[in-house]
């Protein structure tokens, strides 16, 4: 996977659903290794701006000399719940024409076993977007009542082994610390061994638990509800997913906010803030069989796009 590390997924669909102006100004709300964000750049003019942001400092580190010496761009660590005040600071609310969220654990954090985010890597159970804050899985592990775990592992990793997992990590904490993802993955391919299926059986429960530690879904209802109020007229969201539980917030927020308020639906003389506030652009895009032999990331991508009306 370390060959994918910097391909971004969907390049074209996202350039074209963007609909890059020269002089607009853009959002890459999740940079990870700035993949998109270099793509984005080479179709912008010397008046184009684009603001990036990520909460991982690895990706703040990892940034070349070629982008933090563009004056175009500008690299901001954050979270992408805080996009609309990192765009207000800027004066720029009302001023953007396009946003990208490209969404999940990018190739690099999986790559690197330290960060703990993968069961096919031994490293430390961490699994924090930003390792200098929150607390880390194993933390969370070693503190979480087993009822919760069980919901976690059902809601988030919609693992349908979820009791038995709980069950079987609850009672393996009482006789050591769950440190290390060979330790946590082994207790859950015991606790629910693989039968038949196409992945590990630890899968969903690293998923689950990283979801959790990391608030990725509220962040991402959270930046959803902000890109409405920071994009112009006509300016488009491009946000890429890859599994159901964001794919399924996305598609209901684009088509929420691509309708009238309820009380007002199909009624004339709509109030302006009860009117639609986006319009979907096409249906749902995967990845072509090309991309996914050439990047397994792509493999499970989905990208829907809107305009804001």
């Known amino acids: 996977m370390s060959s994918n590390a910097h391909v971004p997924v969907l390049l074209g669909p996202v350039l074209e659903g963007l609909k890059i102006k020269p002089g607009g100004c853009y959002v890459d709300g999740t ?5 998109h964000s270099r793509e984005i ?3 912008l ?3 184009g701006r684009l603001i990036a942001i ?5 990706a703040i580190a990892s940034v070349p000399t070629s982008l933090t010496e563009d ?3 500008e690299l901001v660590k954050g979270e992408i719940a805080q996009m609309e005040t990192i765009i207000g600071e800027r004066n720029l609310v009302e001023n953007v024409d396009g946003i990208l969220f490209d969404l999940g654990v990018s190739s690099p954090q999986l790559d690197e076993a330290d960060r703990g985010f993968s069961f096919m890597r031994d490293g430390p159970l961490d699994m924090r977007m930003d390792p200098d804050s929150g607390t880390s899985a194993s933390d969370w592990l070693a503190a979480v009542e087993e009822r919760k775990l069980k919901q976690v592992l059902r809601k988030y990793g919609e693992e349908n082994n979820a009791g038995r997992i709980a069950r079987a990590i609850v009672a393996a904490r ?3 610390p769950i440190t290390r993802t060979a330790q946590l993955a082994h207790i859950v391919e015991v606790a629910a061994p693989k039968r038949g299926q196409k992945i590990h059986p630890a899968t969903k429960t690293f998923q689950a638990i990283r979801i959790a530690i990391n608030g990725e879904l509220e962040q991402l209802e959270a930046a959803l509800e902000q890109s409405v109020k920071v994009m112009k007229k006509g300016a488009r969201l491009c946000v890429i997913s890859f599994h159901s539980l964001e794919d399924r917030i996305v598609k209901r927020f684009m088509r929420d906010a691509s309708r009238e308020t309820e009380q007002y639906r199909g009624m004339p003389n709509v ?3 009860f009117r639609p506030k986006l319009r979907l652009v096409g249906k749902v895009i995967s990845a072509t069989d090309a991309e996914i032999d050439a990047n397994r990331r792509a493999r499970s991508a989905h990208l829907r796009i809107a305009e804001r009306t």
């Open 45 to 47: 003019g010397n008046d």
């Open 271 to 273: 109030p302006e803030e």
């Open 54 to 58: 990520d909460r991982d400092p690895q």
């Open 174 to 176: 009482t006789e050591s």
């Open 71 to 73: 004056p175009r761009f």
């Open 31 to 35: 940079f990870g290794r700035g993949g």
């Open 41 to 43: 750049l080479k179709q």
